[in-house]
């Protein structure tokens, strides 16, 4: 039995999405706060993700206006963080995991982050009906975050499989394989988002790079025929 382990962000959703559903309750606040032009405040924080990253861009834009105190800017980390998000599966995603839950393949997510911010991306993606478990490693503890392999332990666990039966299929190269690798997963790198062309040493590499996750089988058939 093949158990089946997603990472989330950049897998099974497009990240800039939520950043841009953040960015849009952020605005709203802005306006219906101060009356600011909403438009013109999701602008402002738009160009400056472009040109410095996500770093100071509550910084920035409340700075435009006058208003940067320590009080507004947590205000508007707090909103961009607990908001609903709209987001929405990958039409690839979407599909694999109809797929998978026909052929009755365990299902799991392993994400860092935020431990409210994960779940609100679980949630609004409709992922906790879709599958067993979903791990948000920072509920453990930080030190058990990625490239721990503390959650896909758990994992294989509570499937009583070996660690060769679990595929993790995720985005990052800098923490994704790296600590699971090395103990017999099955890994898979799946080239998009904000690691898509990100180039690590031989060592943080998966076994198996895709373009799209509508590869997945293929390759699991692969290693099928292989064994």
């Given at each position: 039995?093949?158990?089946?382990?997603?990472?989330?962000?950049?897998?099974?959703?497009?990240?800039?999405?939520?950043?841009?559903?953040?960015?849009?309750?952020?605005?709203?606040?802005?306006?219906?706060?101060?009356?600011?032009?909403?438009?013109?405040?999701?602008?402002?924080?738009?160009?400056?993700?472009?040109q410095e990253g996500r770093g100071k861009v509550f910084d920035r834009v409340l700075e435009h206006y006058g208003m940067a105190t320590r009080r507004n800017i947590r205000k508007c980390l707090s909103i961009y963080r607990l908001h609903r998000p709209d987001i929405t599966l990958s039409p690839d995603a979407d599909a694999v995991l109809k797929r998978l839950a026909v052929e009755g393949s365990p299902i799991y997510i392993v994400t860092d982050g935020n431990k409210v911010v994960q779940y609100n991306k679980i949630k609004a993606l409709g992922l906790e009906e879709r599958v067993r478990k979903c791990y948000i490693t920072y509920r453990y503890g930080r030190h058990r975050s990625k490239p721990s392999p503390y959650c896909f332990q758990l994992i294989a666990q509570t499937e009583k499989v070996d660690p060769s039966d679990i595929i993790y299929i995720g985005?990052?190269?800098?923490?994704?394989?790296?600590?699971?690798?090395?103990?017999?997963?099955?890994?898979?790198?799946?080239?998009?988002?904000?690691?898509?062309?990100?180039?690590?040493?031989?060592?943080?590499?998966?076994?198996?790079?895709?373009?799209?996750?509508?590869?997945?089988?293929?390759?699991t058939t692969a290693w099928d025929v292989s064994q």
């Open positions: 039995m093949k158990v089946f382990v997603f990472d989330l962000d950049d897998t099974l959703y497009e990240e800039i999405t939520f950043v841009r559903s953040g960015f849009q309750a952020v605005a709203s606040y802005l306006s219906e706060q101060f009356g600011i032009n909403s438009q013109e405040a999701f602008s402002i924080m738009w160009d400056v993700l472009e985005d990052n190269p800098n923490k994704d394989f790296v600590g699971i690798r090395p103990l017999g997963y099955r890994t898979i790198r799946i080239r998009r988002g904000h690691f898509k062309d990100t180039v690590k040493p031989e060592e943080y590499n998966a076994d198996v790079e895709v373009e799209t996750l509508d590869q997945l089988f293929e390759t």
